[in-house]
């Protein structure tokens, strides 16, 4: 049986969510959010917007991983939260395009995107 594979993040109000939505695509290709915010000139009076969906996969974040010869760190943050059959992880949105940043606490740092993963 595939993970279920839950992925939420926050748009804030001096982002773009298209970019937002697009960084964690790089991670999880098949990722589809429940709600896209428009975008407004900053400032302005948006508050942050909680952004879900799930994924299929998590073949291109361990392929990435690999590549970058973290796979055993990825592995071992991933799992600092594992809770019978399910865990959490954050990983930075920045560092989901580029794949340069590690972390001590997290796999990647702040701003971040959020999974779940439960079977």
């Known amino acids: 049986m595939a993970p279920l594979v839950s992925v939420s993040t926050v748009v804030q109000p001096h982002e773009d969510a298209t970019k937002v939505v697009d960084s ?44 970058q010869r973290i796979l055993d760190t990825a592995l071992d943050a991933m799992t600092m939260e594992l809770e019978g059959d399910s865990t959490g992880f954050a990983l930075s949105r920045q560092a989901a395009l580029d794949w340069s940043a590690v972390s001590g606490e997290h796999l990647w740092l702040e701003p971040h995107a959020r999974a779940h993963m439960s079977h």
């Open 24 to 67: 964690v695509k790089a991670v999880f290709p098949d990722w589809v959010p429940d709600r896209i915010p428009e975008n407004a000139a900053f400032p302005n009076e948006r508050g942050g917007v909680l952004i879900t969906g799930s994924a299929e996969s998590l073949d291109t974040l361990l392929e990435s991983a690999r590549n």
